[in-house]
């Protein structure tokens, strides 16, 4: 479990790293404001991880997960327009938001494939909390980039949804 936890560390930190620095290169403000907001979340989640390793090596019980929603957010997100950029703009925001999206992804599926690995049934939860969470942003990113798609009246066939 400490193994997994490692990991997982690191890879909020990594996720963490990108959006911050992503938020500045994309021209959208939504998607800088999307990024902002996946940056402080992944910050959240490096911290709680923390955490429920030093319970660990401490012999502490697990602490409760945090709740997080991103219904807030989505809210929000949904009852702004789209900030209008240049179809060259919106291409360039699109790669980024790929590479957002596969990385929301991948750790989507780290967390369901390690909930599924694991006996404890208290850190089996957790697992699944923190797959939804990250299952939330990718489909945050995933309203931006099909808008994104549906503005530029683009058919690009290679998004898995």
Do not use: C
């Amino acid at each position: 479990m400490y193994d997994v936890l490692k990991l997982a560390e690191q890879f909020e930190i990594e996720g963490y790293k990108f959006y911050t620095s992503k938020k500045q290169e994309v021209k959208n403000k939504s998607v800088a404001e999307i990024f902002e907001y996946l940056a402080q979340m992944e910050k959240e989640h490096t911290e709680f991880i923390r955490n429920l390793m030093k319970s660990l090596e401490e012999g502490r019980e697990i602490p409760e997960i945090p709740s997080q929603s991103a219904s807030y957010f989505k809210s929000r997100y949904e009852g702004q327009k789209i900030s209008e950029t240049s179809p060259e703009d919106d291409i360039a925001d699109l790669s980024v938001l790929r590479m957002a999206y596969l990385i929301e992804k991948d750790f989507m599926e780290f967390y369901g494939k390690a909930a599924e690995k694991e006996t404890n049934e208290k850190v089996k939860s957790i697992l699944t909390i923190l797959r939804d969470w990250e299952e939330g942003h990718k489909k945050i990113i995933e309203e931006q980039i099909k808008a994104i798609i549906e503005r530029n009246n683009l058919e690009l066939g290679f998004y898995p949804f």
